[in-house]
């Protein structure tokens, strides 16, 4: 049967709970587990598991689907379930179970309402419950039993490795989930700690506005319980082991706020609140999104009563005295408390149905009745209002209930609300030393059998040198007192004999000794002696320290009578002595840890030996063992109080040494260690670890040896342990000193020293303590624990955090510790420690949870106005530190939770908190620290879509949180400067919770945009100063893009297109009033007028603002600016369109132009400044084109209104230019100009210029004061444009008669066949045709005006004027003046390569038979000639000669009524031809649209050009009789196309007329007035002939 070791674990939704181990194979457990379910689509999972020694095994499993579990608020019978040995898996879930194994187990699994509520409301609620469970939201409660079940001893050997049976999980509340199914689906089993990792930050909610207000009240109520997402069970709150001191399945008590609330308050209260949430629930439904409403959870309810556990215990606890919250996940007895839950996802919050709504005033309701009274106080006081005037020791999970809303100060003075006499768990609430009055009454007589004659006043022996004449062994040793004489030492009035080196170990009362011994031998007057000198130290002690005895009459609470008699039968008690006491003594002697090792092996052969008075008995020896397991029980008779029990554990030798060693002692073995114990030190049933003491100060020891010792004595048959009455007096002494006397405030000692931690009251009670420890053999490390747990009990007393970190401390440092010689781990030694090792860590657990939700806390706890407080909560952190040390040090587990992370997340969880109070008392809070007018009705207090005003009070609120914590607590909580700023955790959370919030506000008023743009900018600036201020350089955010410039990127381009309709008005008021002012000049420096400035102000005032948002998102800020782009590209270019459509009115102005042209000039220079203000090179690529695009279209504004400008002088220069045309006809002379004559060319040109200079000087003056520079140059650039055209239309080359260009020409070209038209042509031929010397003086007047405009720099670049086209043309045109016609005639041909159809079209082949491709590029083409051309240069004289033959003319367009006769006529085109034949025609055919000529031609040309000066121009005409002939087409084939091909056919496309460019014009218009020059004259006519008008067109 021993076998097994079995316990089950229970596992649904990712909680786990265990049951304790029981042997055997028919095991029962009878324990109760709670579960709160949410999901009905899973299984409960049970596994029963075989404890091994390394790892366990698991026996089966058996899965349950939730569906199937019935529902009933009874225990029932039961189920049999067979165990399986494997589960089946479906999507990584659990979903059946396979392979049936011999084993069963039974189960009660049930589901039930989740609270204890008053019969009728039961009734109510059962009705309700098919309502509810079709929500499908609701969570159920599910209660089941583990009952027996058989196991046959073939277990089923199907192991897993469980981590958690490696450290025993019910000890520790940090064991993380291992179990061997998949790991939870919300939390890493890496996390190492729950309690570490207990605060994550809530899922927040989407919903603020409306629904944050309704819920408020309907939340008040009702406890969202931390475990909601993460199961935290303060460790054990609920699983105080059985030891002794500890009640039973006492339930917590949540205090009620400062515990004056009456019940009938609390029952108006739920029915307020009932309306309240019915209230609240109607108006969800603007908020609700899917129709879902969800509600903000948090994981620590700022101001809301904790929740209340259920000590679930061994026995079935029928009595579930407390509710079961919906939301709450109640963790069982042993649960491991890692594990984490979470119920709906990290990020998504938990669904809230509005049935949640009835179960709130349930909630309250049991809250009252769940009160159990903790002492038998007067019943007619509410049952929060017990225990005198502490008011009740509360559980330590209580909290204090702010849901009154009575002003708290946010900031200011939080005080601690001295009501919460923090009380740590259940043990201590019902301490049951504190109840038990048999014990109680037991601990007082032995405390004042203690007190009234005590061992450290005993009288000492009175010792002197003795020699011994027979052989006598050492009282304290048994040694022998060696020796020939003076062997050892003898007392003279008890005559008791020990070694010197003994005497100080002797510790029994000589005067008691003296007293036995004489009465022993009958001497009844020496006996007399003795009794009156004890009875007179006695007298004189209760005379002295009469106060000693008056507090443990008033800690016990006995009456003045009693008391007198109880210290009669005390003292004669201690009379007495012995001779009337006798005891049975049971020793078992159970092990022993940690001994020396004695042989050479390494090892030792331990044996013990027990010896009571002069009886001595020995165990058997186990071989080779250092840690040896005897398990031998001895019986001993004792009848002398002041005997002892001599415990020694030897080292087994046998060899001849030892045998030796046997003759000289009586000791054969090395020893290994001893215990004293004095016999009045036992009391009851003990189990006790003793530790090895040496003998000498040579021996060498180590270990601790733990016996089991049951003593009867004589009348005292049924008495507890004296570890558990010491415990009973410390407890009570302390209960009486700070709740009864203190008013629940623990008076600290003072006390310095090394040593001062063992100090724990002050004179009088720590004498009390000390005394019955010493007279009862307690030791100091179990009065320091005991302490310990009482302070647990008080821990937020003021001062008591400190005392408990330096008491842990020094507890810690004793098991952790060890001697060098010891080999002993400290987690060994405090398993055998006497206060309880599993009791020790437990309490820790507890308080370690405690402290926890005390630090979420901290701003209640600790209000950073009282300096006491802050030094209390630093302590608090020292006291969180050294549960950590214990837990690495002591207990040595791998890795308990850091304290600076456990502190952490409290800060946390606390900052989590005080964000929602203040988010939900905003207004109320803000008005009370600012002193504003607090007159708002409710609905508008939180957050509205109205108004803004809500958020600049929040953010208001949120810094002075963040200053406290930064000034107040950061320097109170450095102990971990690395890892713990709270002034850095306090913005983070802070800005984290508040990110949330503002989001979500945003994008609400994005949707209705109630509010100005303006408002949204000023609240963007507060958000920018908070993050800035406080954010941005914390760890998490350091280098990171913030979210909040995204959020307020509408509101800002809102603003921005406001902006853009307010620059736009501002622009036109600006230009009107500018215009009124008639564009003055700002001042005498600035060249342009106001209005440019006042755009300017109105624009980078804008942009001002941007800037100031310090935007840290490059993508947002990129989105500003180029919006802004756009502002400032329409702004100028309106700008500039209304000063371009009224311009021309001005330019008759004399300074107005100049200053509107400066103006646009002053907009590109600023614009220029604007860019590099907006970021220069890293402004956003697209803003900044948008930037560029503008200053290039404000250029080529200015270029017009130059132009414009330019060309208001037309006129005026025009007459100019005249005067100075007629100066020059004047100027006489031929072109070669002597040398001396040179002068006189100067002086004419001077002439000719006088009338152009007088004009230009008075203006270019003017110009050069009134524009800017840029301004200055463009406005010259476009006078020289003028000038010079002027020129050369009106001097070089004017036009011909009124028409202009070249239609002129060519109809002089037509007319000079007509006589008359001629002469008169020639007559003002005269006057226009300019000599060579007019040439030489106009170009020195060039010289001259280009020197002027150039003015010395100041001006025009040379460069420019030298490159200019319109110089250029005209030099160009006067050289050509000059040229022969043969050279025109060249340049001509040369430069005109695209006369007909662009030069395209024309074909090559080799002979005309072979027809070539249609021409391309060609369109419409009126008809086609298809020539063969030979090529041929004389190899002798070089001369040219090309032979033409006209082949055909095809697809001839033309149409006339008459008869139709084409012919060909072919020209030579070129230099030197005046002597050689120039023209042919072919014969004309009638009626033929594509006639066949065949005819050839011979054209020579001379040796002095090549033949690209050439080129062939062909002109298909009508032949007419009596009238000019009509032409059809004209192609022009030039020579150089088929230089290298020698001989070809050309196909050429025919044109309706001669194409030219300026150059080719300017030849025609000079030769076209060489009238004399037949070459000339023939050329012009040539190249301007066209086709002739069709008839029917």
């Not at 953010?955 to 102990?975: G, H, M, R």
């Amino acid at each position: 049967p021993d076998k097994f070791n079995t316990y089950v674990t229970l596992k649904v939704q990712n909680v786990k709970s265990t049951t304790v181990a029981v042997r055997g194979d028919e095991p029962c457990w009878e324990q109760d587990f709670m579960f709160e379910i949410s999901r009905l689509d899973l299984g409960l999972i049970v596994e029963v598991w075989n404890k091994g020694l390394i790892w366990d095994t698991l026996v089966g499993t058996v899965w349950i689907a939730l569906k199937a579990i019935h529902q009933s608020d009874e225990e029932g019978p039961g189920e049999w379930s067979t165990l399986e040995a494997e589960v089946v898996m479906k999507h990584d879930e659990i979903c059946g179970t396979k392979n049936p194994t011999p084993h069963k187990i039974l189960l009660d699994t049930r589901f039930e309402l989740p609270f204890d509520i008053p019969e009728e409301e039961a009734r109510y609620w059962t009705r309700k419950l098919e309502q509810i469970n079709s929500l499908g939201d609701d969570e159920y409660a599910f209660q089941e039993e583990v009952q027996k079940k058989p196991l046959p001893s073939a277990a089923s050997q199907c192991s897993f490795e469980d981590a958690d049976s490696a450290v025993d999980d019910r000890d520790s509340d940090y064991r993380s989930e291992t179990s061997n199914s998949i790991p939870p689906p919300y939390h890493t089993t890496a996390q190492p700690n729950a309690s570490v990792h207990q605060f994550t930050v809530p899922s927040r909610l989407q919903q603020q506005g409306v629904l944050r207000e309704s819920c408020a009240d309907s939340l008040q109520n009702y406890d969202l319980d931390y475990r909601e997402h993460v199961a935290i069970s303060p460790a054990g709150s609920s699983r105080y082991g059985s030891s002794c001191n500890v009640s039973q399945g006492s339930s917590h008590l949540s205090e009620l706020d400062h515990s004056h609330e009456s019940a009938h308050g609390s029952e108006q209260d739920d029915d307020h609140q009932e309306r309240e949430s019915n209230h609240s629930y109607h108006s969800l439904g603007s908020y609700q999104k899917d129709g879902q409403a969800r509600l903000r959870e948090q994981e620590e309810p700022h101001g809301k009563e904790e929740e209340e556990k259920v000590c679930e215990t061994e026995e079935k606890c029928a009595d579930h005295s407390a509710a079961k919250l919906p939301l709450e996940l109640e963790k069982p007895k042993d649960v491991d408390a890692g594990a984490q839950v979470s119920y709906h996802g990290d990020n998504e919050p938990p669904p809230f149905p509005p049935a949640r709504a009835h179960w709130i005033r349930a909630i309250s309701k049991v809250r009252l009745q769940l009160q159990e009274g903790q002492d038998e106080a007067d019943p007619s006081k509410p049952p929060w209002l017990k225990g005198g005037p502490a008011g009740g020791l509360y559980g330590i999970d209580s909290m204090p209930d702010l849901r009154k809303k009575k002003p708290i100060p946010l900031v200011s003075d939080l005080s601690l609300v001295q009501s919460r006499k923090a009380g740590i768990t259940s043990a201590m609430a019902t301490r049951t030393s504190l109840k038990d009055e048999e014990l109680k009454s037991h601990v007082y007589k032995k405390t004042l059998q203690a007190l009234i004659y005590p061992i450290s006043c005993t009288t000492p022996h009175n010792f002197e040198v003795w020699t011994a004449t027979t052989p006598t062994y050492c009282y304290e040793c048994e040694g022998l007192l060696w020796g020939i004489a003076r062997q050892g030492m003898r007392c003279g009035e008890c005559g008791v004999k020990c070694h010197e080196k003994c005497q100080d170990l002797l510790n029994a009362d000589c005067l008691q000794r003296a007293a036995e011994k004489s009465s022993k031998h009958g001497a009844e007057d020496r006996t007399q002696n003795f009794i009156m000198a004890m009875k007179d130290r006695m007298k004189i002690r209760e005379r002295n320290k009469p106060e000693i005895f008056d507090l443990i009459r008033d800690v016990f609470c006995e009456s003045k009578l009693t008391h007198a008699q109880q210290m009669k039968t005390v003292k004669q008690s201690v009379l007495d002595g012995t001779s009337k006491w006798s005891a049975k003594i049971t020793i078992t002697v159970v092990c022993a840890q940690g001994l020396q090792a004695k042989d050479k092996t390494g090892s030792s052969d331990p044996y013990v030996t027990v010896q009571v008075g002069k009886t001595k008995k020995r165990t058997k020896t186990i071989f080779g063992n250092l840690n040896p397991v005897w398990e031998e029980k001895f019986y001993f008779e004792c009848h002398n109080s002041s005997d002892r029990i001599k415990v020694r554990v030897w080292d087994e030798d046998d060899d001849i040494k030892s045998r030796v060693k046997q003759r000289l002692k009586r000791e054969s073995d090395d020893f290994l260690g001893q215990t004293i114990i004095e016999v009045r030190t036992l009391s009851g049933e003990m189990d006790v670890w003793y530790n090895l003491e040496k003998r000498t100060d040579k021996s060498a020891v180590s270990g601790a040896i733990r016996l089991q010792i049951s003593v009867e004595i004589k009348g005292e048959e049924k008495v507890a342990p004296y570890h558990i009455q010491y415990t009973c007096l410390h407890e009570n002494l302390f209960h009486h000193l700070t709740d009864v006397q203190g008013n629940g405030v623990v008076k600290i000692p003072d006390a310095k020293g090394d040593d001062a931690w063992k100090v724990y009251f002050d004179e009088t009670a720590q004498e009390i303590v000390d005394e019955f420890a010493m007279r009862y053999g307690i030791e100091s490390i179990y009065q320091a624990m005991t302490h310990f747990a009482c302070l647990s009990s008080k821990y937020m007393c003021p001062g008591v955090p400190a005392v408990m970190s330096t008491l842990l401390a020094n507890i810690n440092a004793y098991y952790a510790h060890t001697t060098a010689s010891t080999n002993v781990s400290a987690s060994d030694r405090f398993a055998a420690s006497n206060f309880g090792k599993e009791r020790f860590v437990k309490l820790l657990d507890q308080l370690h949870n405690s402290l926890r939700i005390d630090l979420s806390m901290y701003r209640n706890n600790f209000p950073a106005s009282s300096r006491e407080r802050l030094q209390d909560l630093k302590s608090t952190v020292d006291l969180l530190t050294s549960i950590t040390f214990f837990r690495m040090k002591v207990q040595e587990l791998q890795s308990p939770p850091r304290a600076s992370q456990v502190v952490k997340d409290c800060v946390k969880a606390c900052l989590n908190s005080t964000y929602e109070y203040i988010f939900n008392n905003c207004h109320e809070l803000y008005s009370r620290e600012y002193q504003t007018d607090p007159d708002l009705p409710p609905e508008e207090q939180g957050p509205s879509i109205r108004n803004l005003d809500f958020w600049p009070k929040l953010i208001t609120l949120i810094v002075s949180i963040i200053e406290e914590d930064k000034n107040s607590y950061t320097p109170v909580l450095n102990q971990f400067p690395q890892e713990l700023a709270v002034g850095k955790i306090s913005a983070e959370v802070m800005w984290s919770l508040f990110a949330q919030d503002m989001k979500y506000a945003t994008e609400e008023h994005e949707k209705h945009r109630l509010c100005k743009s303006a408002d949204y900018m000023n609240l963007h600036f507060k958000v920018k100063w908070l993050y800035n201020e406080y954010v941005r350089d914390l760890p998490a955010f350091k280098g990171k893009v913030p979210e909040y410039p995204a959020w307020f990127e509408q509101f800002v381009m809102q603003w921005l297109d406001e902006n853009e309709d307010v620059s736009l008005e501002f622009l036109h008021g600006a230009l009107e009033r500018d215009k009124k002012d008639g564009f003055q000049q700002t001042s005498e420096h600035a060249l342009f007028s106001c209005s440019v400035v006042d755009v300017f102000t109105q624009l980078n005032q804008s942009f001002e603002i941007i800037k100031k948002l310090e935007c840290p998102d490059p993508v947002v800020v990129a989105h500003y600016n180029r919006r802004f782009a756009k502002t400032i590209g329409k702004v100028l270019m309106q700008y500039a369109d209304i000063l371009s459509k009224s311009f021309q009115s001005y330019c008759s102005k004399e300074k107005l132009p100049c200053i509107l042209m400066n103006n646009i000039q002053q907009l590109r220079v600023q614009l220029e400044k604007m860019f590099e203000a907006m970021g220069g090179k890293e402004l956003d690529a697209e803003a900044s084109d948008h930037l560029k695009e503008l200053q290039v279209k404000l250029n080529n504004v200015l270029d017009e209104l130059s132009a414009v400008f330019g060309n208001s002088f037309q006129t005026r220069i025009d007459e100019c230019v005249k005067q100075m045309s007629d100066i020059l006809c004047q100027v006489k002379g031929t072109g070669n100009v002597a040398a001396n004559a040179r002068n006189t060319v100067a002086q004419d040109a001077d002439n000719v210029l006088r009338p152009l200079m007088d004009f230009l000087d008075g203006n270019l003056t003017l110009f050069a004061t009134v524009c800017e520079k840029t301004v200055l140059k463009r406005v010259l650039k476009e006078l020289w444009r003028v000038v010079m055209n002027t020129m050369e239309k009106l001097i070089v080359l004017p036009p011909l008669t009124d028409h202009t260009g070249t239609q002129l020409i060519f109809s002089a070209a037509k007319e000079l066949g007509h006589l008359s038209k001629l002469k008169d042509h020639m007559v003002r031929e005269e006057t226009r045709s300019l000599t060579p010397k007019q040439c030489a003086v106009l170009d020195l007047a060039l010289d001259t005006i280009k020197q002027y405009f150039h003015a010395g720099g100041n001006g025009l670049k040379k460069t420019f004027l030298e490159k200019s086209p319109d110089l250029q043309s005209l030099r160009y045109a006067l050289s050509l003046y000059t040229q022969t016609t043969d050279t025109l005639i060249k340049t001509f041909v040369q430069t005109q390569t695209a006369q007909v159809h662009d030069g395209k079209g024309i074909r090559f082949t080799a002979n005309e038979d072979v027809l070539p491709d249609k021409g391309s590029g060609v369109d419409d083409p009126v008809g086609e000639v298809s020539i063969q051309i030979d090529l041929y240069t004389h190899p002798g004289t070089g001369e040219h000669k090309v032979t033409v033959k006209v082949v055909a003319a095809n697809d001839l367009k033309w149409q006339t009524s008459g008869m139709f006769r084409p012919f060909v006529e072919i020209t030579m085109i070129g230099p030197h031809q005046s002597d050689k034949k120039r023209k042919f025609t072919t014969k004309s055919k009638s009626n033929n649209w594509a006639p066949k000529y065949n005819e050839t031609f011979h054209f020579i040309l001379g040796n002095e050009d090549g033949p690209d000066a050439y080129e062939l121009q062909v002109c298909v005409k009508d032949y007419c009789f009596a009238r000019e002939d009509r032409v059809l087409g004209i192609a022009v084939m030039q020579l150089r196309d088929i230089v290298d091909k020698g001989s070809c056919a050309c196909w050429c496309p025919l044109g309706r007329r001669i194409h030219m460019d300026e150059t080719g014009l300017t030849v025609l218009r000079i030769l076209s007035q060489r009238t004399n020059d037949e070459v000339a004259r023939e050329f012009v006519k040539l190249k301007s002939e066209s086709r002739s008008t069709e008839e029917g067109t």
